[in-house]
């Protein structure tokens, strides 16, 4: 696929610029080259949900070289900024969550290390553990607050009450999403180094180096300019790495600052699955009302979460959440009320999708589950309401001229999948008998890019370039390349904006102390948001190049290269954007993502055992900076849905996950995979760098449902959950074959 012809390299399939050094192991990762200077830290962990700390101590065989910190020890304050302070760094009277830290080791060695772990006693007294979302929202114990609701939100519209007394047909569902691991390659892991002035540098495997500077500056009280966080290669993240290391990169500062040495703390995958967040487990009710032409009248949706026992950033994934429940359809009037939950289990935190896929998941069911009490097909059912142009949702955003797709991606991906002739061909085969079933199920989906309302305004999001006299420019951002392409995307941009050679481009290395804070890599926004702010400095670069150089140079940025220039731009406000968080109402998003996928999978009714087959998918997402990473963005999202979809199933056993290890927690290998098919559809943003949008959320919103809604096509039974198992799906099996 050739790049545009007004254009250089912006749409061009650029080899990933990182690709040669991962391929070959050149690349190293934190723990591939260990600091023979660093001291190794570790945590002493609660084996109870819920408890009283009697005590912390050290028995006699505790080596005297190690060191101990408990919370009376800490020196800063015991707390991890994220959305609020309420998480303390180490557990200091109660214990709320099994592996919650009550203690910190420090020690020279590995074996060291070990007998120092060994030889600390923790005494507790077990108290009552809520674990289950039901008694938490019945306010038991409290875990958090007076009632155990860590946040809540309401969209209201209209008059749904009216609106249900009228409808035709009213469908009712109950729909629940269980937790999930991101299983990045690479497990969490930091490196923490004193400093001669008091302060910290930190060396870590993360997507948010601004967070964890944040989180260090408020619980240890130092200036911004003592304390450093550098980002190292980082082999994944998925969300994972957005709130998790500023936690562990306190722990290694802490113990590095009372020992007087660099301390590592780099997990090992069991501990990395057992303490790490995950994605929220959800339940939603929903009900849909409808008129006798099978169109969208209202809804009334109350979509719960559970949090775990602290807040992290729960708040946040519940408001997309609640943005995106009513889906990419017209409904003109809702009641609309979310809220997440605390419980005495390890705290939940940021995924990919970010609040969008339990949200898609419930209402692509209800979608599904209205057409067959409708007697419609799906397809059509979701044409009858999907949102256009002029369009404006239950939140009280409008879209714009340019702004829908919606009807553009479903059409696409029903042409290209032969939607239509592939139901057929299911059910004559399924008539047929035999132990295979097969299914097929549609899908469509949205995704806001950037963060929600003003959150952009807030952020102020900075972004610096430098021309070297080598006549390279140097792109100083702090969106980290975790796996996702921001590292080839970044300069694809920069090298269009310049009229450069994507050859003349670097990208350096996410560094407090050398890039300003253009924002957390979450949200979908690096390419969207932080991309447009790299444009605009890039053209201010340029401009100071040519008056450097003057008008006859032939290459001013070469010619200007031993002059030190530097360029930098701040988000600039959209003064289209009205929003007001305090009602949840107004322009959500600077602009939407569209999605539709078809399903095809294979059911054995013997084994219960689910293999998709065949996948198309159709995005729209504005323009694709590099098609081929796009297409493998597209790829790997979505298989992460499918699996979340049959799977993935993590289980807890007395507020502690029992699957905690690869063995036993299931994802996919590439024989899980189905055949892949995949279009990218444009239609340009003005908003975003040469027409681009944000992708990287969007395709783990659609596998899901989609897999569902193929799986109850193959069965005949309706399906409420995810991850559907063979276990569900037998006991579903034998209920409707009575």
Same mark, same amino acid.
């Given at each position: 696929?050739?790049?545009?012809?007004?254009?250089?390299?912006?749409?061009?399939?650029?080899?990933?610029?990182?690709?040669?050094?991962?391929?070959?192991?050149?690349?190293?990762?934190?723990?591939?080259?260990?600091?023979?200077?660093?001291?190794?830290?570790?945590?002493?962990?609660?084996?109870?949900?819920?408890?009283?700390?009697?005590?912390?101590?050290?028995?006699?065989?505790?080596?005297?070289?190690?060191?101990?910190?408990?919370?009376?020890?800490?020196?800063?304050?015991?707390?991890?900024?994220?959305?609020?302070?309420?998480?303390?760094?180490?557990?200091?009277?109660?214990?709320?969550?099994?592996?919650?830290?009550?203690?910190?080791?420090?020690?020279?060695?590995?074996?060291?290390?070990?007998?120092?772990?060994?030889?600390?006693? &923790?005494?507790?007294?077990?108290?009552?553990?809520?674990?289950?979302?039901?008694?938490?929202?019945?306010?038991?114990?409290?875990?958090?607050?007076?009632?155990?609701?860590?946040?809540?939100?309401?969209?209201?519209?209209?008059?749904?009450?009216?609106?249900?007394?009228?409808?035709?047909?009213?469908?009712?569902?109950?729909?629940?999403?269980?937790?999930?691991?991101?299983?990045?390659?690479?497990?969490?892991?930091?490196?923490?180094?004193?400093?001669?002035?008091?302060?910290?540098?930190?060396?870590?495997?993360?997507?948010?180096?601004?967070?964890?500077?944040?989180?260090?500056?408020?619980?240890?009280?130092?200036?911004?300019?003592?304390?450093?966080?550098?980002?190292?290669?980082?082999?994944?993240?998925?969300?994972?790495?957005?709130?998790?290391?500023?936690?562990?990169?306190?722990?290694?500062?802490?113990?590095?600052?009372?020992?007087?040495?660099?301390?590592?703390?780099?997990?090992?995958?069991?501990?990395?699955?057992?303490?790490?967040?995950?994605?929220?487990?959800?339940?939603?009710?929903?009900?849909?009302?409808?008129?006798?032409?099978?169109? #969208?009248?209202? &809804?009334?949706?109350?979509?719960?979460?559970?949090?775990?026992?602290?807040?992290?950033?729960?708040?946040?994934?519940?408001?997309? +959440?609640?943005?995106?429940?009513?889906?990419?359809?017209?409904?003109?009037?809702?009641?609309?009320?979310?809220?997440?939950?605390?419980?005495?289990?390890?705290?939940?935190?940021?995924?990919?999708?970010?609040?969008?896929?339990?949200?898609?998941?419930?209402?692509?069911?209800?979608?599904?589950?209205?057409?067959?009490?409708?007697?419609?097909?799906?397809?059509?059912?979701?044409?009858?309401?999907?949102?256009?142009?002029?369009?404006?949702?239950?939140?009280?955003?409008?879209?714009?001229?340019?702004?829908?797709?919606?009807?553009?991606?479903?059409?696409?991906?029903?042409?290209?999948? +032969?939607?239509?002739?592939?139901?057929?061909?299911?059910?004559?085969?399924?008539?047929?008998?035999?132990?295979?079933?097969?299914?097929?199920?549609?899908?469509?989906?949205?995704?806001?890019?950037?963060?929600?309302?003003?959150?952009?305004?807030?952020?102020?999001?900075?972004?610096?370039?430098?021309?070297?006299?080598?006549?390279?420019?140097?792109?100083?951002?702090?969106?980290?390349?975790?796996?996702?392409?921001?590292?080839?995307?970044?300069?694809?941009?920069?090298?269009?904006?310049?009229?450069?050679?994507?050859?003349?481009?670097?990208?350096?290395?996410?560094?407090?102390?050398?890039?300003?804070?253009?924002?957390?890599?979450?949200?979908?926004?690096?390419?969207?948001?932080?991309?447009?702010?790299?444009?605009?400095?890039?053209?201010?670069?340029?401009?100071?190049?040519?008056?450097?150089?003057?008008?006859?140079?032939?290459?001013?940025?070469?010619?200007?290269?031993?002059?030190?220039?530097?360029?930098?731009?701040?988000?600039?406000?959209?003064?289209?954007?009205?929003?007001?968080?305090?009602?949840?109402? +107004?322009?959500?998003?600077?602009?939407?993502?569209?999605?539709?996928?078809?399903?095809?999978?294979?059911?054995?009714?013997?084994?219960?055992?689910?293999?998709?087959?065949?996948?198309?998918?159709?995005?729209?997402?504005?323009?694709?900076?590099?098609?081929?990473?796009?297409?493998?963005?597209?790829?790997?999202?979505?298989?992460?849905?499918?699996?979340?979809?049959?799977?993935?199933?993590?289980? #807890?056993?007395?507020?502690?996950?029992?699957?905690?290890?690869?063995?036993?927690?299931?994802?996919?290998?590439?024989?899980?995979?189905?055949?892949?098919?995949?279009?990218?559809?444009? #239609?340009?943003?003005?908003?975003?760098?040469?027409?681009?949008?944000?992708?990287?959320?969007?395709?783990?919103?659609?596998?899901?449902?989609?897999?569902?809604?193929?799986?109850?096509?193959?069965?005949?039974?309706?399906?409420?959950?995810?991850?559907?198992?063979?276990?569900?799906?037998?006991?579903?099996?034998?209920?409707?074959?009575?």
């Amino acid at each position: 696929m050739p790049a545009p012809p007004d254009r250089r390299h912006v749409g061009a399939p650029l080899p990933r610029l990182d690709a040669w050094g991962k391929v070959t192991g050149a690349t190293t990762f934190l723990s591939d080259e260990p600091r023979s200077d660093a001291w190794l830290g570790a945590a002493v962990r609660s084996p109870l949900p819920h408890a009283r700390l009697v005590s912390v101590s050290k028995t006699a065989a505790f080596p005297p070289q190690a060191v101990l910190l408990t919370a009376a020890d800490l020196p800063c304050a015991n707390l991890v900024a994220m959305v609020r302070e309420d998480l303390p760094l180490l557990a200091a009277d109660e214990v709320r969550f099994a592996t919650q830290p009550v203690a910190l080791v420090a020690a020279p060695d590995r074996e060291t290390l070990k007998a120092a772990l060994a030889a600390v006693a &923790v005494e507790l007294e077990e108290l009552p553990a809520v674990l289950d979302l039901d008694a938490a929202l019945r306010g038991e114990g409290p875990v958090w607050g007076a009632d155990n609701v860590v946040a809540e939100y309401r969209i209201d519209r209209g008059d749904p009450d009216a609106a249900f007394a009228s409808a035709v047909t009213v469908v009712e569902g109950t729909y629940s999403t269980g937790y999930q691991e991101h299983m990045y390659l690479e497990p969490q892991g930091v490196v923490a180094t004193p400093r001669p002035d008091g302060g910290v540098e930190i060396l870590g495997s993360l997507q948010c180096p601004y967070y964890i500077h944040n989180a260090l500056k408020r619980a240890l009280g130092l200036d911004g300019d003592r304390v450093v966080v550098r980002q190292s290669p980082t082999g994944g993240a998925f969300g994972g790495k957005e709130d998790y290391p500023s936690i562990l990169a306190l722990q290694a500062a802490v113990l590095a600052l009372r020992c007087g040495q660099p301390v590592s703390m780099i997990y090992e995958r069991r501990e990395d699955v057992a303490c790490t967040t995950k994605r929220h487990p959800s339940r939603t009710r929903y009900r849909s009302a409808f008129d006798g032409e099978g169109r #969208l009248l209202a &809804v009334d949706i109350d979509l719960v979460l559970d949090a775990g026992a602290f807040t992290t950033l729960s708040p946040v994934v519940l408001s997309r +959440g609640v943005l995106h429940v009513a889906g990419p359809y017209r409904v003109p009037h809702a009641r609309i009320r979310g809220r997440t939950v605390a419980t005495h289990t390890p705290p939940n935190g940021a995924f990919r999708g970010f609040g969008v896929p339990k949200a898609a998941f419930a209402c692509e069911r209800q979608m599904d589950r209205a057409a067959r009490r409708l007697g419609l097909d799906p397809a059509e059912l979701r044409r009858r309401n999907l949102v256009r142009d002029g369009d404006t949702f239950v939140f009280g955003q409008t879209l714009r001229p340019g702004m829908a797709a919606a009807d553009l991606v479903l059409e696409r991906v029903l042409d290209r999948s +032969g939607y239509e002739q592939r139901r057929r061909e299911a059910r004559a085969f399924n008539a047929g008998g035999g132990p295979l079933r097969r299914g097929v199920g549609v899908t469509l989906t949205m995704h806001g890019g950037g963060f929600t309302g003003d959150g952009e305004d807030r952020i102020k999001g900075k972004v610096a370039v430098r021309l070297d006299p080598d006549g390279l420019v140097t792109l100083l951002v702090s969106s980290v390349e975790m796996g996702q392409g921001a590292a080839t995307v970044l300069p694809q941009i920069a090298a269009e904006a310049l009229g450069l050679p994507v050859g003349r481009i670097r990208f350096h290395q996410p560094d407090t102390s050398a890039v300003p804070d253009s924002g957390p890599t979450v949200a979908s926004r690096t390419t969207m948001v932080v991309g447009r702010i790299l444009v605009a400095a890039c053209r201010q670069l340029a401009d100071k190049a040519r008056a450097f150089a003057g008008d006859k140079a032939a290459d001013p940025l070469l010619a200007a290269g031993h002059a030190g220039l530097t360029a930098t731009a701040v988000y600039e406000s959209d003064p289209d954007i009205d929003w007001d968080q305090s009602t949840m109402h +107004g322009d959500a998003y600077q602009g939407w993502s569209w999605a539709a996928a078809v399903a095809e999978v294979e059911v054995d009714v013997d084994t219960m055992e689910v293999r998709p087959v065949r996948l198309t998918h159709v995005v729209e997402i504005g323009c694709a900076v590099n098609p081929v990473l796009c297409v493998g963005q597209v790829e790997g999202g979505a298989l992460q849905g499918l699996a979340w979809g049959h799977l993935e199933e993590m289980k #807890l056993k007395d507020g502690r996950y029992w699957n905690d290890r690869m063995s036993t927690y299931i994802i996919p290998t590439s024989l899980d995979a189905p055949d892949f098919d995949v279009e990218l559809a444009e #239609l340009p943003s003005p908003r975003g760098p040469f027409g681009a949008k944000g992708l990287g959320e969007l395709p783990l919103n659609a596998g899901a449902p989609a897999l569902a809604a193929a799986v109850e096509d193959a069965l005949d039974i309706e399906v409420f959950e995810a991850p559907v198992t063979p276990e569900i799906l037998l006991a579903r099996w034998r209920e409707v074959s009575r």
